[in-house]
Nanobody, 112 residues
């Protein structure tokens, strides 16, 4: 069955960095767009970034542009999100999405 398993979240100070991973299985990873979303408490789920199947096209939400970078390794069937210059407002559960499926999410907390 399809599985998307996120990891790499944690507690980080403002200005810090984290790298999230999403390990995929159960579908042809290299054939699909992959996306990151996030959801903060009491807020709607927000799209963060998209990457094309080959990685040749990426797009990031304005709120993270210049600070976050989406990437993928098709050989490892893994999606990444490099997050730099983190802000308290980046605090959320981060989820990966593809082919109609969602992971369980990983918590990112930005606080001093």
């Amino acid at each position: 069955q399809v599985q998307l398993v996120e990891s790499g979240g944690g507690l980080v100070q403002p200005g810090g960095s984290l790298r999230l991973s999403c390990a995929a299985s159960g579908f042809t990873f290299s054939s699909y767009d992959m996306r990151w979303y996030r959801q903060a408490p009491g807020k709607e789920r927000e799209w963060v970034a998209t990457i094309s199947p080959t990685g040749g096209y990426t797009n990031h939400a304005d709120s993270v542009k210049g600070r976050f970078t989406i990437s993928r390794d098709n050989a490892k069937r893994t999606l990444y999100l490099q997050m730099d210059s983190l802000k308290p407002e980046d605090t959320a559960v981060y989820l990966c999405n593809s082919a109609g499926y969602w992971g369980q999410g990983t918590q990112v907390t930005v606080s001093s």
